[in-house]
C-alpha cells in the first residue's frame, strides 16, 4: 500500500512540476513576443514619424529600450516622441525588466531543481547507482567515485545516482567530483526513466543496508524490474547481503553479484573494469573458498616461475606474493627473479588446506625447465 500510494504521489509531483514549467515557459514567450512586437511598431513608427531608415530606426528603439541611449540618433518630432514615451519608457521598458526577471527566475528554477535532484539530465553511456547505504553514504560515495575514476576508461563517465537521499543536496564533495543524483525511489519506473536507465553504461544496485539480510528483498525487486526493461544483464552490477540468496539473483540471468563491503569499494569497482576478478577478491575476505595463506618456507635463490609452477603442479594452490628479507610483502615479482624468503602467501582452497611441510616438499622438485631440458 504504501510504496503505491509513494508511486501516486511522486506522480502528481512530477506533473505539477510539468505544468508549472511549461506555465513558465509560455510566460516567458508571451513576454517576449510583447515586447517584439513593441519594438517592431516603434520602428515603424520612427521611419514614419522621423523619416528614418529600417536601419537607424531600429537602432534607436534598440538604444532606447535598453537605457543605453547613445544620441546619435534621437527622436525630434513630436508624434515621434509621443510614440518613444508610450511605446517605449511606459510599456517597453517594463515588459524588457520582466522578461529579464522572468528569465533569470527560470534558470535559478532550473539550477535549485538539479541541486535537489528533480532534473531529467537525459544522459547516455552514464553509470546508475541505485540506493544510498544506510551508513556512510557520503564517504562510501566519496571513495567509490575516486576509484572509478581512476581507471581511464570510466574517468570521464558522467555519474547519476538514484536515490531518496539528499533532498537538497549532494554533498559538494561528491559534486566537486562531477556527480548528480535523482531523488527519486528504485520501486518508482518513473525514477527509471528519469535517469534514463536503458541508455546507461552500467548500473549498479547497491544494497541499502549492508548488515540487513532483508535489504536483499530491495535489491530483487529492483533488479526484476531491470529484467522487465530488458536491460543487458551483462552491465549490471547487484549486492546481496546473504549468500544463500544469490542463487535467486543468478536465475534471473544477473550473474555479477558481491558482498556489500563498504571499506574496500575497490571490489564493486574491479567487477566494473574487471568483470569476474571481484570473486578472486571476495574471497580474499573470507576463509570459505578460496582465499590467501601464509607458509613459512625456506626458499634460497629459486625463481619465482618455478616456485608458481612447482606449487600449481603439486595441486596445492597459487603462489601470489613472497615476504622479502626485509619484511616486505612483494607481489608479482619477475618470472625469472631469484628468490630468497622464508614465507610465501599462497592462494589455496579452504577444503584441502596443505602445510608447511607440504609447500616445502614440492619446491624441492626438480624445476621444470630442468626436465624439459633432460627429456
Not at 549492508?210 to 528483498?217: F, G, I, K, N, Y
Given at each position: ?20 514549467d ?5 510566460s ?11 519594438l ?28 543605453v ?78 576509484q ?11 555519474v ?14 561528491l ?27 552500467h548500473v ?5 543496508n ?8 530491495l535489491s ?45 569499494p ?19 575476505f573470507?576463509?570459505?573458498?578460496a ?51 622464508r ?33
Open positions: 500500500m504504501l510504496p503505491r500510494l509513494h508511486a501516486i504521489l511522486s506522480k502528481q509531483r512530477r506533473k505539477a512540476v510539468y505544468l508549472r511549461h506555465a513558465v515557459g509560455f516567458i514567450f508571451k513576454s517576449f513576443a510583447f515586447l517584439l512586437i513593441i517592431i511598431v516603434h520602428a515603424f513608427f520612427m521611419t514614419l514619424f522621423e523619416a528614418l531608415s529600417w536601419g537607424d530606426a531600429f537602432w534607436l528603439t534598440l538604444t532606447t529600450a535598453t537605457t541611449g547613445y544620441g546619435d540618433i534621437s527622436a525630434v518630432t513630436t508624434e515621434g516622441r509621443w510614440a518613444t514615451a508610450l511605446l517605449l519608457y511606459c510599456g517597453g521598458i517594463f515588459v524588457l525588466a520582466n522578461f529579464a526577471g522572468e528569465y533569470l527566475e527560470a534558470r535559478n528554477e532550473r539550477k535549485s531543481r538539479m541541486i535537489k535532484g528533480q532534473w531529467n539530465w537525459n544522459m547516455k553511456n552514464h553509470i546508475v547507482i541505485i540506493n544510498t547505504p544506510t551508513h556512510g553514504g557520503d564517504r562510501f560515495f566519496q571513495m567509490l567515485i575516486k572509478i575514476r581512476n581507471d581511464s576508461n570510466y574517468a570521464d563517465t558522467p547519476q545516482i538514484l536515490t531518496r537521499q539528499y533532498p537538497s543536496a549532494l554533498p559538494r564533495e559534486r566537486d567530483l562531477g556527480v548528480v543524483h535523482y531523488h527519486g525511489s528504485p520501486d518508482d519506473d518513473e525514477s527509471f526513466k528519469m535517469v534514463n536507465i536503458t541508455q546507461a553504461r549498479i544496485v547497491l544494497s541499502k549492508e548488515h540487513e539480510r532483508l535489504s536483499d528483498a530483487y525487486d529492483i533488479i526484476s524490474r531491470l529484467a522487465d526493461l530488458n536491460i543487458d544483464k551483462n552491465k549490471v552490477i547487484v549486492e546481496c547481503v546473504e549468500d544463500s540468496n544469490r542463487g535467486r539473483f543468478h536465475r534471473l540471468g544477473f550473474n555479477t553479484v558481491i558482498r556489500p563491503i563498504r571499506a574496500y575497490e571490489v564493486l569497482v574491479r567487477a566494473l573494469v574487471a568483470p569476474g576478478s571481484e570473486q578472486l577478491l571476495e574471497d580474499l573470507t576463509h570459505d573458498g582465499h590467501p595463506r601464509r607458509y613459512q618456507v625456506e626458499i634460497n635463490g629459486q625463481s619465482w616461475s618455478d616456485i608458481v609452477v612447482n606449487i600449481m603442479q603439486s595441486g596445492l594452490g597459487t603462489a601470489m606474493s613472497y615476504i622479502n628479507e626485509a619484511g616486505e610483502t612483494v607481489t608479482n615479482p619477475g618470472a625469472d627473479e631469484k628468490i630468497t624468503t614465507a610465501l602467501i599462497v592462494m589455496v582452497n579452504s577444503h584441502s588446506l596443505p602445510n608447511d611441510n607440504q609447500i616445502t616438499l614440492c619446491l624441492h622438485r626438480e624445476p621444470l625447465k630442468e626436465a624439459l631440458n633432460k627429456s
